[in-house]
């Protein structure tokens, strides 16, 4: 439809949306202006919702409010910053968040509170490359606890027991679940049994190290529960071809088995709203590096 078919009601309304929106962010800057606010409140207020007049907010606005804050210096610290002119508070990464963020704290003399550990719940959809993507985590940042699960399913070709999965029999499994060791457990693709053993977590967080588990949607729902603070990370394929291809490709599932994960997959890519995160998995380098940000960036 043309702006020039679209109906006069929703013109109208769509222009006194914009006005209400202008309107909401002068009165954030003009707040802003008379120090009734400071930029880290609206900053924070922004990253909670970023669909606000805060989140709406261009980041040269938030910066350019501050005392001798002119265009040009304003400029300079969006380049040291490494953020775009055009660039909303709401709408930065988490890199970005963290580098805004101190930035301000330095400025406003605000102590910047202690980096602390982290559990970080890593789930998708089968194929998706959540053993990839934990995988070049583990072998290139040593800094972040991986935890190991447990598993009655056999090993892939190349899995090595208690590296990749603790490899367990139905009996210790369900020793391990009646004991009250297990964080969480999930039966998927009505075949085998998944498990996080808790021990391990606990040891690292009490250590102060991050930690990392990479487990299936039921699991992640479960750890919600368990430990409501974990920041759960949903990875996306690039596309649904992509992530069909990935499963036919690596072959190791039958046709039965193949068509069975691509139906329980259709249900979990619709549970990705649940979720705090979401990476696309294009490259495994660069989403292993967008889930170690979000391990080490201080919380907002």
Do not use: C
Request: no cysteine.
């Amino acid at each position: 439809m043309t702006a020039a078919h679209v109906p006069e009601v929703d013109r109208v309304a769509a222009s006194q949306a914009a006005v209400a929106a202008r309107q909401a962010r002068a009165a954030v800057k003009n707040d802003l202006a008379i120090r009734v606010r400071s930029p880290l409140d609206v900053a924070r207020a922004a990253w909670n919702e970023p669909g606000s007049a805060e989140g709406t907010l261009r980041v040269r606005e938030l910066i350019g409010s501050l005392p001798g804050m002119g265009p040009i210096r304003t400029s300079r610290v969006l380049e040291q910053l490494r953020i775009a002119e055009s660039k909303r508070v709401g709408g930065l990464g988490v890199r970005q968040r963290d580098a805004l963020l101190r930035w301000l704290s330095s400025r406003e003399n605000v102590p910047i509170p202690p980096r602390r550990a982290r559990l970080v719940v890593l789930a998708g959809p089968t194929a998706v490359g959540k053993g990839a993507v934990s995988g070049y985590i583990r072998e290139h940042y040593p800094n972040v606890h991986l935890s190991v699960s447990a598993t009655t399913r056999t090993p892939r070709p190349g899995e090595i027991d208690g590296v990749n999965y603790y490899f367990v029999s139905d009996e210790e499994f369900d020793r391990l679940e009646s004991e009250g060791l297990m964080l969480e457990t999930a039966t998927v693709h009505n075949a085998y049994r998944y498990g996080t053993p808790r021990g391990p977590v606990d040891e690292a967080l009490n250590a102060g190290r991050s930690v990392l588990l990479e487990i299936d949607i039921q699991g992640a729902r479960s750890v919600r529960e368990a430990m409501p603070e974990a920041i759960l990370v949903f990875l996306l394929p690039p596309t649904w071809e992509e992530l069909v291809r990935r499963l036919i490709g690596r072959g190791t599932e039958d046709a039965d088995e193949q068509a069975r994960r691509l139906t329980t997959a259709k249900v979990e890519l619709a549970s990705q709203d649940e979720f705090d995160y979401r990476i696309v998995n294009r490259e495994v380098s660069q989403a292993a590096r967008d889930v170690v940000d979000l391990m080490s960036t201080t919380q907002p």
